[in-house]
């Protein structure tokens, strides 16, 4: 008898910096603020300060897929600056990867949110450093977390209707993403983990 499939761990994930880019826009020049996920296993949204990110590292490496916006060329490559490991082992899927492959460009979270689920973002990338400088960390962990929301939300959209939408010059438009293969299981010999937890 087969053994039932378990379920694909999946983890939403979204940081926010403390800084600003820098003249040659190096994100290793950024440092952490907060991390946020949301983890399919729990159904429970969480945050991880730098110092909380000891707590991040066993969830993340029991992951079976990293989803996010901006995250293979932002968050991953910046939290991989405070892990032992190498977080690029995982398997990923980068929606904005994903909508540049299709469309030859980059876009805005905010635009394909608005035009695909009818809900724009709680704040900007600026924002967020201004007011983790001011000690405002609530509202940064909150804006980090309602990120994350939204791309659980795209991400979830593309796997069930197989595109998303955005707002061009001359109105909605619609872009196909391919999806089906996303959560299918990778080969069992393939080790994507980089540390033993």
């Not at 990110?53 to 996010?68: F, N, Q």
């Not at 980090?144 to 109105?171: F, K, M, P, Q, W």
């Given at each position: ?44 949204y ?8 000891p ?6 490496e ?5 989803i ?26 980068d ?23 009818g ?20 509202e ?7 990120d ?37 299981p ?12």
């Amino acid at each position: 008898m087969t053994p039932p499939k378990r379920p694909v761990r999946k983890i939403t994930l979204d940081i926010e910096t403390t800084g600003e880019f820098g003249p040659n826009n190096d994100v290793l020049a950024l440092d952490l603020a907060i991390a946020c996920i949301h983890d399919s296993a729990t159904g429970e949204y969480s945050s991880f300060t730098q110092e909380e990110l000891p707590r991040l590292w066993p969830i993340l490496e029991s992951a079976d897929l990293l989803i996010g916006y901006n995250s293979d060329h932002f968050d991953i490559p910046i939290l991989n600056k405070y892990y032992s490991g190498d977080l690029t082992h995982i398997r990923s899927i980068d929606l904005l990867k994903e909508v540049r492959a299709v469309l030859g460009r980059r876009l805005r979270m905010d635009n394909i949110a608005e035009a695909t689920l009818g809900k724009k973002k709680s704040g900007n990338g600026a924002q967020a450093v201004k007011w983790w400088n001011e000690g405002r960390f609530d509202e940064v962990r909150a804006y980090c977390i309602d990120d994350v929301r939204i791309t659980l939300e795209l991400y979830d959209y593309v796997r069930a209707h197989g595109s998303l939408r955005y707002t061009d010059y001359d109105g909605v438009r619609e872009i196909k993403i391919r999806a089906a293969d996303w959560e299918k299981p990778q080969d069992a010999g393939a080790l994507t983990h980089t540390l033993p937890f």
